[in-house]
Nanobody, 124 residues
Framework: QVQLVESGGGLVQAGGSLRPSCAAS????????MGWFRQTPGKERESVAA????????SYADSVKGRFTISRDNAKNTVYLQMNSLKPEDTAVYYC?????????????????WGQGTQVTVSS
């Protein structure tokens, strides 16, 4: 069982930066691939970024490439999402998720555990 708790969302002006983090419980965090997703009302949850359990493989949605960076610190059981050059269309609830697989996993299917989400609002 893994529990995930996101933090670090907030309100920022367009062009600004935020760095949400996701803290995981349990001693086997390093055995989970991790992903960040976002969702706005009335839309499906979409993948933002994903990272393999060792951190060597990473995937980004086209809409965030060059602006967002996913990373993980297995010693701290934490995954991060550095978000730069934020745009109003990045406004959403951001969720982290964990999957008991070694490779990077894109798309919500296959993830076993989800956090409660953190709101990111980008004003124009």
């Amino acid at each position: 069982q893994v529990q995930l708790v996101e933090s670090g969302g907030g309100l920022v002006q367009a062009g600004g930066s935020l760095r949400p983090s996701c803290a995981a419980s349990g001693r086997t965090f390093s055995m989970y691939a991790m992903g960040w997703f976002r969702q706005t009302p009335g839309k499906e949850r979409e993948s933002v970024a994903a990272i393999s359990w060792g951190g060597s493989r990473i995937s980004y949605a086209d809409s965030v490439k060059g602006r967002f960076t996913i990373s993980r610190d297995n010693a701290k059981n934490t995954v991060y999402l550095q978000m730069n050059s934020l745009k109003p269309e990045d406004t959403a609830v951001y969720y982290c998720a964990a999957a008991r697989v070694s490779t990077v996993l894109v798309g919500p299917a296959g993830y076993d555990y989800w956090g409660q989400g953190t709101q990111v609002t980008v004003s124009s």
